[in-house]
């Protein structure tokens, strides 16, 4: 703290995110990366872009990587915005579509991100419990509100939301904005984006960091109905005019454009997860059903803080959350086979 602090940022609550080690030799399934590299393609195209041509701004639209996404998903680019990660993207729904008077809603179990957010910018919060299965129900939302988020799957429950009951919920609130963050949808759910043209209040956001495997880069997206969008536009442009450099636009292009790639390496994750949720299960543990890229594993006996301390102990590291109701599960990405064992083989010694 110091005096030349202003009240406001005195009292924040900024978000923590997961450990980044020095130490590269750590079997790293703390953060939700994946464990194989971004397309060669997307690689290419960023290494093209480290030219003279930096001394130029990039294209304050990114509107290479808007017609990328619009083609991949089949919707205009006017319904496509881009942003620094799909948290500057959030963060920017937050700011331009969910400062109302009625509270915002989202589950107890949820990202961590949310409640921060709503600090950042002064919006009531009203957490709505997940079920004794940790499952969103979605006649929880049917209430006044002033936006309703989660993501879908959830995190860190790994847990998937059909889009049948994502229409539902839809239909519950027609007069404020559902915004589904999708950071995980690709490693086994359907996306919402097949709803956005049916219903004004959607609004879908994506990361490049997990299923294309571009965390570095710093890119996210949201697709919605063009009002939507341009509520977003008109916050980006009042805070940074480019919030993607060149190597970001198009290097994230490309990887849409890679989907042969994409589709590879998700199914390398799936068919991992399955390893690695039996691989839990015949050491003792209950896993929740998950479509993401991590699971959600608790152990009848043993603590998870302990269990996560011990790994670390054995150089593995996976992510333990405080909070009281979860405060026994770890959550563990899914790694390379090889990483996987590692951690199946850390476990069985603790
Ligand atoms: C649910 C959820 N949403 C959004 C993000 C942010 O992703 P990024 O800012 O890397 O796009 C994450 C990252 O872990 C996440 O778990």
Not at 139 to 145: G, I, L, S, T, V
Not at 249 to 270: H, L, M, N, P, S
Not at 296 to 317: M, N, S
Request: hydrophobic share 40%; glycine share 8%.
């Amino acid at each position: 703290m110091s005096k030349f602090w202003s009240p406001f940022v005195k009292d924040l609550v900024p978000y923590v995110p997961g450990e980044q080690p020095k130490l590269s030799k750590l079997v790293k399934l703390n953060t939700n990366e994946n464990p194989y590299g971004p397309s060669p393609k997307a690689i290419a195209a960023m290494q093209a872009e480290v030219n003279d041509d930096l001394r130029l701004y990039p294209d304050p639209n990114g509107d290479r990587l808007k017609q990328a996404v619009a083609d991949y998903y089949g919707v205009q680019t006017s319904q496509v915005f881009v942003g620094n990660g799909s948290d500057e993207v959030l963060a920017h729904a937050f700011h331009g579509l969910f400062q109302h008077d009625a509270p915002l809603l989202f589950p107890d179990i949820s990202y961590s991100f949310y409640p921060v957010y709503c600090g950042l910018y002064g919006i009531e919060q009203q957490q709505v419990p997940l079920d004794e299965q940790f499952q969103i129900r979605v006649e929880d939302y049917a209430r006044p509100n002033g936006g309703i988020i989660f993501p879908n799957p959830n995190a860190p429950t790994g847990c998937l939301l059909p889009l049948e009951a994502i229409e539902r919920l839809l239909q519950g609130s027609p007069d404020s904005v559902v915004l589904v963050d999708e950071a995980y949808i690709d490693f086994g759910g359907q996306t919402a984006i097949a709803l956005v043209d049916k219903y004004p209040n959607l609004l879908v956001t994506q990361t490049l960091s997990k299923s294309r495997s571009l965390a570095g880069l710093r890119v996210g997206i949201a697709v919605g109905h063009p009002d939507l969008i341009e509520a977003l536009e008109r916050i980006k442009n009042s805070f940074n005019s480019y919030p993607l450099d060149r190597m970001a636009i198009a290097g994230a292009a490309a990887a849409f454009e890679d989907r042969a790639y994409f589709e590879k390496t998700c199914q390398q994750v799936i068919e991992s997860r399955e390893v690695v949720v039996a691989g839990l299960q015949g050491l003792g543990f209950e896993v929740l059903p998950s479509a993401a890229n991590f699971v959600f594993a608790r152990h009848p006996d043993k603590d998870a803080a302990t269990l996560a301390a011990g790994l670390r102990e054995q150089g593995v590291i996976v992510r333990h959350f405080k909070q009281q109701r979860i405060a026994q599960f770890l959550r563990i990405t899914i790694g390379t086979p090889e990483q996987n064992q590692a951690l199946l083989d850390a476990l069985q010694g603790l």
